[in-house]
């Protein structure tokens, strides 16, 4: 069973940065995509970013791209989101994934396993 450990969420003012973390349990970790999502209170959870397993392809949401980065240490089982110039519409629980393959599919239903989420919010 692999278990994903979100880290790095918290309170920023707009136009700040935060680095989540995503801390996998397997070494299977390093042979799949990993992706980010969030979710918005009322609203469904949306693609952030993924990454393949090489860390060679990289795909963003519009709404983050060129503000956010997505990166994998395979070596430490760990994903990272860096995010800057956060706005308040990027407030959200983030939540990392693990992909089925090594491809880096936008739709969560290709992603098998699930972090716990952390919180960003970001103030005005």
């Known amino acids: 069973q692999v278990q994903l450990v979100d880290s790095g969420g918290g309170l920023v003012q707009a136009g700040g940065s935060l680095r989540l973390s995503c801390a996998a349990s397997?070494?299977?970790?390093?042979?799949?995509?990993m992706g980010w999502f969030r979710q918005a209170p009322g609203k469904e959870r949306e693609f952030v970013a993924a990454?393949?397993?090489?860390?060679?392809?990289?795909s963003y949401a519009d709404s983050v791209k060129g503000r956010f980065t997505i990166s994998r240490d395979n070596a430490k089982n760990t994903v990272y989101l860096q995010m800057n110039s956060l706005k308040p519409e990027d407030t959200a629980v983030y939540y990392c994934?693990?992909?089925?393959?090594?491809?880096?599919?936008?739709?969560?239903?290709?992603?098998?396993?699930w972090g716990q989420g952390t919180q960003v919010t970001v103030s005005s």
């Open positions: 994934a693990l992909g089925r393959t090594s491809a880096t599919p936008k739709s969560a239903r290709f992603y098998d396993y």
């Open positions: 990454i393949s397993w090489t860390g060679g392809s990289t």
């Open positions: 397997q070494r299977t970790f390093s042979s799949n995509a």
